[in-house]
């Protein structure tokens, strides 16, 4: 089973950046979507951005124009871009793997992103 392990999570004030990192424990060029959920206290878990095997991508409504999603197969990483970030981004953010359109999702352990002045 492919183990996925996030990492670039911090504390960084409105309007400024981070780039999350997830790190898969097997090639991920084959694997048909990687992706990044965020919970924030209190809420169900949210998808955040997706990327497919063919490079096709689809964001939450709340941040397209902000975040950007991409992968790296040689280095077996998916990245999160995170631009312009607002206190309300501010959650436990998730990598997510699925071999397949119905196989059961993988998850990483999730990285702290908090926004706040």
């Known amino acids: 089973q492919v183990q996925l392990v996030e990492s670039g999570g911090g504390l960084v004030q409105p309007g400024g950046s981070l780039r999350l990192s997830c790190v898969a424990s097997?090639?991920?060029?084959?694997?048909?979507?990687m992706g990044w959920y965020r919970q924030a206290p209190g809420k169900q878990r949210e998808l955040v951005a997706f990327?497919?095997?063919?490079?096709?991508?689809n964001y939450a409504d709340s941040v397209k124009g902000r975040f950007t999603i991409s992968r790296d197969n040689a280095k077996n990483t998916v990245y999160l871009q995170m631009n312009s970030l607002k206190p309300e981004d501010t959650a436990v953010y998730y990598c997510?793997?699925?071999?397949?359109?119905?196989?059961?999702?993988?998850w990483g352990q999730g990285t702290q992103v908090t926004i706040s002045s």
């Open positions: 990327i497919t095997s063919g490079d096709s991508t």
């Open positions: 097997e090639s991920i060029f084959s694997i048909y979507s």
């Open positions: 997510n793997s699925r071999k397949s359109p119905m196989a059961t999702p993988r």
